[in-house]
């Protein structure tokens, strides 16, 4: 499901299970394997209401960088590589990125690791010496719950 700016709010999967008891444990594993984020649910329609059943490891941090507003030669003279490149170096051991968003205004940088509050904490000495971070938004995107 896409905000109205387009970028994504949340992903719904659909999976048939033909027994639930093996299944449920296994695809909660493989999904956590894969990084699903903290603040994932699986439904399960075996009663009604549907039983939800919280899961997922990663937590998630998203670095929101001005596309608009800063000096024209800014825009010129940075490379949102570099960016993703320093972020990464910095977040090493604890996350990595892993997509991105770009919007009208802004582009979304998706870091998942262990500990979304350490990773900022980690980013901040480089968003605040690069010249295309400056007044970057850093948001808690998982688990959901911890965002300002």
């Known amino acids: 499901m896409q905000s109205k700016s387009g970028e994504i709010d949340f992903i719904d999967v ?10 449920v444990p296994f695809v909660i594993s493989k999904l956590e394997d894969l990084g699903a984020p903290k603040g994932s649910i699986l439904r399960v329609r075996d009663t009604e209401p ?6 997922g490891k990663a937590e998630g941090v998203g670095v929101y960088l001005d596309g608009v507003n800063l000096p024209d030669e ?10 993703i ?7 090493e ?8 968003w770009q919007g009208n205004t802004e582009t979304a940088l998706y870091f998942y690791g262990d500990d979304a509050q350490m990773m ?22 998982a688990p959901k719950q911890l965002q300002d």
């Open 50 to 55: 549907a039983r939800e059943i919280p899961f």
């Open 120 to 141: 900022a904490v980690l980013m901040k000495e480089f968003l605040d010496s690069y010249p295309l971070c400056k007044d970057a938004r850093v948001v808690t995107i």
């Open 14 to 23: 659909e999976i048939d299970l033909t027994d639930l008891e093996r299944g």
């Open 85 to 91: 490149k320093e972020l990464n170096k910095s977040v």
């Open 74 to 83: 800014v825009y010129k003279e940075s490379d949102v590589n570099v960016v």
């Open 93 to 100: 051991g604890h996350g990595e990125m892993q997509c991105y």
